[in-house]
């Protein structure tokens, strides 16, 4: 049995030149909720992947933080160029801060170890976020690089973090 619609007091058969007839309602009145994203760009530069855990700035002391003052980010992407040779594994960690840019502990919270997919020369992309997606919610954070092959080599790895709010 043919669709039917009815126009002007005549009866049509929806066909592919009588279309059904489709009216949005309330589009100004009721618009589609959307998430307003920003992203921003916070490092870009080379970093030395071997064996020995440092941060993006090449820096060992466990306490040193990467990024300071961060605003509320959702998740961290981090691309990079790596030569070959290592198998880059990035770990994020995370703390508060007192009002006056102090750390409230001197640990960090851990939200997660990222591999990279290969070992192979070019072109990476990982996004360092929480598990379920949820906003990181620190005030400074430490992203740690290491190559998690065994034994590890080394490459410097060239690259740009962004975070997105």
């Not at 880059?88 to 990222?114: A, C, E, H, K, V």
């Not at 990982?126 to 992203?143: C, H, K, W």
């Amino acid at each position: 049995m043919p669709v039917r619609f009815r126009r002007q007091h005549t009866t049509i058969t929806v066909s592919p030149n009588n279309p059904l007839p489709v009216s949005v309602a309330n589009s100004e009145n009721q618009p589609v909720p959307t998430e307003e994203s920003r992203i921003d760009l916070l490092l870009t530069g080379e970093v030395t992947c071997d064996g020995t855990a440092k941060d993006l700035l090449g820096v060992t002391a466990t306490e040193a933080a990467t990024i300071q003052n961060a605003r509320p980010y959702r998740r961290f992407i981090l691309m990079f160029w790596n030569p070959g040779g290592v198998t880059p594994q990035f770990t994020l960690l995370g703390r508060p801060t007192d009002i006056d840019g102090n750390p409230l502990f001197t640990s960090w919270f851990n939200y997660g170890t990222f591999t990279a997919s290969g070992s192979t020369a070019g072109w990476y992309r990982i996004v360092l976020q929480t598990s379920d997606g949820t906003p990181l919610g620190a005030d400074m954070y430490r992203i740690e690089v290491t190559d998690s092959a065994t034994p590890p080599g080394s490459a410097t790895l060239i690259f740009n973090l962004k975070g997105e709010r």
